[in-house]
Nanobody, 115 residues
């Protein structure tokens, strides 16, 4: 059974930083490209960043230069360092494989950025 457990969200002022973590179990983590996704109120879930098994990364234009995705295969974990946060970054953040599997969504972690 696959489990993806996100943590690290919270309330932060604009310009602040947060570091999200995602612990994976039930998959051969090191072979998978992993992604961070987010869903803002009233909007569709969107892809934020991806990282391949080899460590290559890609980012949505809206977060490029502000967010950094990383992974630790020994811990089966993926991280998202978020800096210079903006109110429009407010959303529930999820990790999943990329492309995502509908069966793998966890509960996510809420990030709220106040202006």
């Amino acid at each position: 059974q696959v489990q993806l457990v996100e943590s690290g969200g919270g309330l932060v002022q604009a310009g602040g930083s947060l570091r999200l973590s995602c612990a994976a179990s039930g998959i051969i983590f090191r072979f998978n490209t992993m992604g961070w996704y987010r869903q803002a109120p009233g909007k569709q879930r969107e892809l934020v960043a991806t990282i391949t098994s080899g460590g290559s990364t890609n980012y949505a234009d809206s977060v490029k230069g502000r967010f950094t995705i990383s992974r630790d295969n020994a811990k089966s974990s993926v991280y998202l360092q978020m800096s210079s946060l903006k109110p429009e970054d407010t959303a529930v953040y999820y990790c999943n494989v990329f492309p995502y599997s509908q069966n793998y969504w966890g509960r996510g972690t809420q990030v709220t950025v106040s202006s």
